[in-house]
């Protein structure tokens, strides 16, 4: 999923500025799949969730940072889902069909308003990069956790024995 979301926002931010030509469109359509792709794999991890519970935050890790953790956590699913949503529903209100891998027609949340579909774009963009300052936060505390705290944070997002012990 990380390397879907960095694609996608590498792309969003590579074809904004483009001109209209076959390659935009193409690249707005890579786009859509992307986060269609990222919103029905974050469905699946939520559903995962419900059955799998994470494994604990350390015993000795301070309160605050155990908030911290869970809110942080909280922000990255929250945006994971809203961020396909808002582009779906500014796609809507431009006028321009989702067809999911080109096969497949989504269909329209909105009818066409150009002044909608302005502020649903800016809203798209400011959730991106409250994403990405989300994502940075939740990198570097993870770096420090590692680096400084050393008490196995980083290998436990990826399930690894060893820093801890």
């Not at 904004?16 to 974050?42: E, M, N, Q, T």
């Not at 590692?146 to 997002?157: K, P, Q, S, T, Y």
Request: hydrophobic letters at 55%; charged letters at 10%.
């Amino acid at each position: 999923m990380a390397l879907l979301i960095v694609t996608g926002f590498c792309l969003g931010l590579s074809m904004a500025d483009l001109p209209l030509s076959p390659l935009k469109l193409r690249l707005f359509s890579y786009h859509k799949w992307i986060g269609v792709s990222v919103w029905a794999l974050l469905l699946l991890r939520i559903l995962w969730r419900t059955w799998h519970a994470p494994p604990p935050l350390p015993a000795g890790m301070p309160a605050w940072e155990q908030t911290a953790a869970n809110a942080g956590h909280l922000l990255l699913y929250v945006l994971m889902a809203v961020i396909p949503i808002s582009g779906w529903l500014m796609s809507s209100a431009q006028g321009v069909t989702t067809v999911y891998l080109g096969l497949w027609p989504l269909p329209d949340l909105l009818t066409k308003n150009e002044a909608l579909g302005r502020l649903l774009l800016a809203l798209h963009r400011i959730l991106n990069y409250a994403l990405l300052g989300a994502v940075i936060l939740h990198v570097a505390a993870a770096l420090k956790h590692h680096f400084i705290d050393r008490d196995g944070v980083l290998c436990r997002m990826f399930q690894l024995k060893g820093a801890a012990e």
